[in-house]
Each structure stands twice: as structure tokens, then as C-alpha cells.
């Protein structure tokens, strides 16, 4: 069964969702109960809970590194939701680069947006620059 990941933004805990129902229905902690904010199949998550994810999913993890005051970022986000639908067998996450600059300084990320495609828990390649939603599903297909 396809699954996607969302962290609760009230507990943190990470929490494994059909895409499918996330498209019809808002998703809930499976911990507290709260609703998990979904942008289409795009969940923000933190620097633990992406380690889990890349860890705990085998197929392809698709990340966004953003900031709230970039207008390139504001643009891209859309379309990396246009992409997520498209994508169900594929994990989308977004990272505030603000708020986990450590990992940002990790990955190198120098200029936002930044899309990284990870597989197996190892970056495969990344993109500079906003894309469109085709532009995301070449980026994905490429690999």
C-alpha cells in the first residue's frame, strides 16, 4: 500500500497516511489526535522527523528547502503540490530553512527554493530554483 508522511505540528510525532484518503479527507495524529496540515500530499516536517522518513520509506523522498520571505519560494510552492498529486508512490516534504538551519548547513542548501531528491537515504541530485509542477515530475522521472 502506498503511504505518504506528516508530522503533527502539536506532538511531532511522525505519522503514516494513505494518500488517498489525505486527498478526500484531512488527516489526524494518530498520538493526539490533532489535524495534520496537508498541502495537497506535502507535509513540512523537522530535521528528526525527516531523518525518520528517510529512513523508514523506501521509495523516493522529494524535499523543498524554503523560507517564508522568499518570493521564488511563495511561487514554487504550488506547484510542488500540483506535483505531489501526480506522484503518490513518491514522498513530498518541505523544510523551513529558518527554522532548521542546522540541516540546512548539513545539506549544503545555499540558495532557496532547493529540491533534493533522496532514495535510500541518499541525496540522488537537487535543483536550484522553482520549477513547475512538469518540471518536478522530469526531476523525479530522471533518476
Known amino acids: ?11 511531532k510525532t511522525l505519522n503514516k497516511i494513505n494518500p488517498e484518503k489525505a486527498q478526500t479527507s484531512k488527516p489526524v495524529c494518530g498520538k493526539c489526535s490533532a489535524e495534520i496540515p496537508m498541502h495537497g ?3 513540512d516536517v523537522g530535521t528528526e ?7 523508514n520509506h523506501d521509495g523516493p523522498v522529494v524535499v523543498d528547502f ?5 518570493g521564488p519560494c511563495k511561487m514554487y510552492g504550488p506547484e510542488f503540490q500540483k506535483a ?5 508512490d513518491v514522498v513530498f ?22 529540491t533534493i531528491l533522496f532514495q535510500n537515504t541518499k541525496e540522488i541530485k537537487r535543483q536550484s530554483g ?3 509542477a512538469e518540471q518536478v515530475n522530469s526531476f523525479i522521472n530522471s533518476r
Request: charged share 15%; glycine share 4%.
Open 84 to 88: 505531489s498529486v501526480q506522484n503518490t
Open 1 to 11: 500500500m502506498k503511504s505518504t508522511f506528516a508530522e503533527c505540528f502539536q506532538c
Open 93 to 114: 516534504l518541505k523544510i523551513n530553512t529558518e527554522t532548521e538551519q542546522q540541516l540546512s548547513a548539513q545539506l549544503g542548501i545555499r540558495g532557496i527554493p532547493c
Open 66 to 70: 524554503w523560507a517564508s520571505w522568499c
Open 49 to 55: 522527523n525527516f531523518h525518520k522518513v528517510l529512513r
Open 41 to 43: 500530499l506535502v507535509a
Open 130 to 132: 522553482a520549477m513547475s
